[in-house]
């Protein structure tokens, strides 16, 4: 009776392995040429129904296979974030994949074990399920972004992301061997028990939890564990690059918090000093380095680092207010970013794919629905009033402000300031520089219709943020109920 209760607590997730497998012998039994449209459209079915399960579960926190899975609030919110991503990625790199000749079925099926992963990831209770849920999502992830194999760089970019990935992971796991050693247990409630419980923190279990913080510093591309960021993205396939700057950088966020506000929330003190250098060292490299960027891919790497360290401020204020300001920072990253990278996809001349920023020029005279799309995505991501990016940094800003963290807030107005420097210059290569060879034309309704959504769902947030910012207070009120 028990496993069957918890196998209806993680049904979402069980639904997705199940039409994985499925997908896998459909496609091996499919004809090369219809193989990839079939499980494509299979895999974006299967995250909507997956969505449909996580929205209609059981409310409250459920717990399961032995406390090692949790299904709360907070999680329902993320997997619907992360399950909503990767359905539009895979919907907006169709033509693409195609093109660059990396249209195999394997592809949709290796972004819904990621997908499964980081959804394991938000739902740990456990350090042992948490690293088993990083584990997964990464091992499909080094795929994906090698997957273009007659590419020097994609291969470059898949092994440069295995190595420093695979160093992550060792730093992570030794940091809960140290926390399991000094601790006595491995279980989120258990940990925190005994940090809630105790005197002193031993210096053992701090410096296991600095390991686990370095860990998932390097999953959401924080300073200085950044650097494998830039390369990654401009070798990778453009629709993986994609996936990349949205669900794996909001799993690995939620997961910090759930970490963070969860068992050591008792060790706030010691761990909050961290983040805060962290994101000041994030936001300011980020939008320094990016100036000097002449790839639009290299760009959105730097700009994907920037935003990590806008939403560790919300982590570093420690409050109720500052991880709900995470929340509704992620769900508008998520849309800005996707938004972004489908204007990147239409973006060819000749058939080729263009990643120059000087390639955009008179955009907006040849274009100018898919300029002024972007130009609404660049605006929001400097945080220009009245779009959604602009609530995002101001929740986030507020958030600090309230937790007295008055510097960090400065240092982010600044740096954000400093960083619009960049968005601005793609306006301005668009509508102010002399026309170039024009770019191809811009087919597929798919890709128009998600850019038109992304672009109106920025334009109009203001008319009722409260919609988003109730969803994200309740999600974030779980990690606060003792």
């Known amino acids: 009776m028990n496993s069957f209760v918890d196998l209806l607590i993680s049904l979402p997730e069980l639904f997705l392995v199940l039409t994985a497998m499925g997908m896998m012998v459909a496609g091996v039994y499919t004809s090369a040429?219809?193989?990839?449209?079939?499980?494509?459209?299979?895999?974006?079915?299967?995250?909507?129904?997956?969505?449909?399960?996580?929205?209609?579960?059981?409310?409250?926190?459920?717990?399961?296979?032995?406390?090692?899975?949790?299904?709360?609030?907070?999680?329902q919110y993320i997997k619907i974030i992360l399950l909503l991503a990767a359905a539009l990625v895979i919907l907006i790199g169709d033509r693409a994949v195609r093109k660059i000749k990396i249209a195999h079925f394997e592809y949709p099926i290796l972004i819904i074990f990621a997908t499964i992963g980081m959804m394991l990831m938000v739902s740990a209770n456990d350090l042992m399920s948490l690293y088993v849920g990083l584990e997964l999502q990464s091992l499909a992830l080094y795929v994906v972004a090698a997957l273009n194999r007659?590419?020097?760089?994609?291969?470059?970019?898949?092994?440069?992301?295995?190595v420093l990935g695979a160093l992550s992971s060792g730093m992570l796991l030794y940091g809960c061997s140290l926390i399991y050693g000094y601790a006595g247990t491995t279980s989120f409630t258990g940990l925190e028990t005994a940090v809630a419980g105790a005197s002193n923190i031993s210096l053992g279990l701090l410096t296991g939890l600095v390991f686990l913080i370095v860990g998932l510093a390097f999953k959401v591309a924080a300073v200085p564990f950044h650097m494998w960021t830039p390369d990654v993205y401009e070798g990778a396939p453009t629709p993986v690059t994609a996936f990349f700057a949205a669900a794996p950088k909001v799993a690995s966020m939620a997961l910090f918090v759930r970490i963070t506000m969860g068992p050591f929330q008792g060790m706030a003190d010691q761990w909050q000093q961290i983040i805060i250098v962290l994101s000041i060292l994030s936001m300011v490299l980020a939008a320094l380095a990016a100036i000097s960027q002449t790839n639009i891919k290299r760009l959105m790497a730097y700009s994907s680092i920037g935003h990590a360290g806008y939403a560790l401020i919300g982590l570093?204020?420690?409050?109720?207010?500052?991880?709900?300001?995470?929340?509704?920072?992620l769900a508008i990253y998520i849309v800005?970013?996707?938004?972004?990278?489908?204007?990147?996809?239409?973006?060819?001349?000749?058939?080729?794919?263009?990643?120059?920023?000087?390639?955009?020029?008179?955009?907006?005279?040849?274009?100018?629905?898919?300029?002024?799309a972007l130009l609404l995505f660049m605006?929001?991501?400097?945080?220009?009033?009245?779009?959604?990016?602009?609530?995002?940094?101001?929740?986030?800003?507020?958030?600090?402000?309230?937790?007295?963290?008055?510097?960090?807030?400065?240092?982010?107005?600044?740096?954000?300031?400093?960083?619009?420097?960049?968005?601005?210059?793609?306006?301005?290569?668009?509508?102010?520089d002399n026309l170039s060879d024009e770019l191809d034309s811009v087919t597929g309704k798919r890709i128009s219709v998600i850019i038109s959504l992304c672009a109106l769902t920025i334009?109009?947030?203001?008319?009722?943020?409260?919609?988003?910012?109730?969803?994200?207070?309740?999600?974030a009120s779980v990690l606060f109920e003792k």
């Open 33 to 75: 040429g219809k193989a990839y449209t079939l499980i494509s459209n299979a895999a974006v079915l299967s995250l909507f129904g997956a969505i449909g399960l996580v929205l209609f579960a059981k409310t409250g926190t459920t717990l399961a296979f032995n406390d090692l899975f949790i299904n709360d609030g907070f999680a």
């Open 150 to 162: 007659d590419s020097l760089r994609s291969s470059e970019a898949g092994l440069k992301y295995f």
């Open 316 to 329: 570093g204020a420690g409050t109720k207010q500052g991880t709900t300001a995470i929340l509704i920072y």
């Open 336 to 372: 800005m970013v996707i938004g972004t990278f489908a204007c990147i996809l239409c973006m060819k001349r000749k058939g080729n794919s263009v990643e120059q920023i000087n390639d955009l020029a008179g955009l907006g005279k040849s274009h100018p629905a898919i300029a002024a």
């Open 379 to 432: 605006f929001s991501m400097a945080g220009i009033p009245p779009l959604a990016g602009f609530f995002g940094k101001l929740y986030i800003f507020l958030a600090a402000i309230e937790a007295e963290l008055y510097s960090l807030a400065v240092i982010g107005v600044l740096s954000s300031v400093v960083g619009s420097f960049y968005y601005l210059r793609i306006v301005k290569v668009m509508y102010f």
């Open 459 to 475: 334009l109009l947030f203001f008319l009722s943020p409260s919609l988003l910012v109730d969803s994200a207070s309740t999600a």
